[in-house]
């Protein structure tokens, strides 16, 4: 990059009087760009270069152009010579009938900004791919078109049944008031019963609360949602108590595997591993309440020494053994918020490269693109569908039907 621009002469910006000049210049330059991408087109439908001896006799050839006004999203409406031949079996595909001329340039840099490239990244790319300089500023301006689809997708109708739901958040440092702040995109997934995930929507927020939960939860609610028969999470600050009040009938399940690393926190590392094993009798228990005499030795032996993890498990307990009340096939599935993390670690993959988000629409779009990438790959049901299935129309009989 350094050696191009030392070769730009450096009265060269003198000849632009105003903005509007230098905007004139730019779009010429792309339009240029893009009429030269058409010609090579040509070459290839032809199989041979302009006025080369191998297009004799071939019986085909050019056959001048015609001009096409198309619009762009970042550029407005411009007229672009399109080639053609003599044959008029030429259908150029940057170009296609009833197409953008900017359709195929914008789902490349969406594309390429949905797997985590910084916009500065983009610019080079298209130029090196497409051989047309688009600024960092047009990259912006093209994926911001995918705000339009973050709206329309966070207010689709959704399922009227949803047999499991599990709820996380991520957070990311978003700029507000002139300094970077950490903020949370929580997350809820869930499965249809047609054995597939989905995820419902996202929700930003510097903290949480019951209010906060009870907009998400009504939010479901207005967008179709009747029931949920399980949600799994976190200890949510507030989600219990908002989950009553607008799905009374759903059993909630707090995360075992959270719950156990929160406990370990007050735990020395020599004592560790002996406090885990004996912890392991707990959450692994049969039934509840084998669950809860395994939780009255455990405390017996360790509350003296680690009273505030003991107390946690007390305190949680009738959200902690929910699973119990169900068969081991459905306890694999809401014992535990992996589903939702596995997301947020597939989320941190696709924007690695942006530590840092200018507002937050930006992290609104990027956690969208890269749940668009994700939600691609969910196209199985889970394992043992069908007796799942079986076991959650028969626990549930009342409240789901195919």
């Known amino acids: 990059m350094d050696n191009q621009q030392s070769q730009i002469p450096k009265d060269f910006f003198k000849q632009f009087k105003s903005k509007a000049d230098f905007q004139s210049f730019f779009t010429d330059l792309y339009k240029q760009g893009v009429e030269e991408m058409l010609k090579g087109e040509l070459d290839e439908h032809l199989g041979y270069e302009k006025h080369s001896r191998e297009g004799h006799n071939t019986g085909n050839s050019r056959n001048g152009s015609y001009p096409k006004k198309v619009k762009t999203e970042s550029l407005g409406d411009l007229v672009l010579n399109i080639p053609r031949d003599r044959k008029s079996d030429f259908e150029p595909q940057l170009i296609a009938k009833g197409q953008r001329m900017s359709d195929k340039l914008e789902e490349a840099i969406i594309g390429m900004y ?148 929160n406990s370990c926190k007050y735990v020395v590392w020599k004592d560790r591993k002996s406090f885990c094993a004996d912890l392991k009798n707990v959450y692994t228990a049969p039934n509840k309440d084998a669950a809860q005499q395994a939780l009255s030795a455990f405390a017996a032996k360790w509350e003296a020494k680690y009273k505030h993890a003991i107390v946690s498990w007390k305190t949680n307990w009738e959200n902690l053994t929910s699973y119990f009340e169900f068969p081991m096939e459905i306890r694999k599935i809401i014992y535990t918020t992996n589903t939702i993390e596995n997301v947020n670690r597939g989320i941190r993959k696709y924007v690695k490269t942006k530590v840092q988000f200018t507002d937050d629409m930006a992290a609104q779009k990027a956690v969208y693109l890269a749940l668009v990438n994700i939600e691609k790959k969910w196209n199985a049901t889970l394992q043992n569908w069908g007796l799942i299935l079986h076991q959650f129309l028969t626990i549930f009989e009342n409240r789901c039907r195919l």
């Not at 970077?180 to 510097?206: H, P, Q, R, T």
């Open 114 to 261: 949905s797997r985590g490239m910084t916009t500065s990244d983009i610019s080079e790319q298209v130029k090196e791919a497409y051989g047309v300089d688009v600024s960092e500023g047009t990259v912006s301006n093209v994926t911001n078109k995918v705000i339009e689809h973050v709206k329309e997708w966070q207010n689709r109708p959704l399922e009227s049944v949803y047999f499991t739901v599990w709820m996380d958040g991520i957070v990311l440092k978003v700029r507000q008031g002139g300094k970077y702040i950490n903020k949370c995109i929580y997350l809820v997934i869930g499965l249809k019963k047609d054995g597939l995930k989905e995820v419902l929507g996202m929700w930003m927020a510097e903290t949480e609360s019951a209010s906060f939960w009870m907009s998400v939860l009504t939010d479901l609610k207005v967008r179709g949602v009747e029931d949920i028969l399980i949600a799994c999470t976190d200890n949510l600050k507030g989600f219990t108590d908002a989950i009553k009040g607008v799905f009374p009938q759903t059993v909630t399940q707090l995360c075992i595997v959270h719950q156990i690393r």
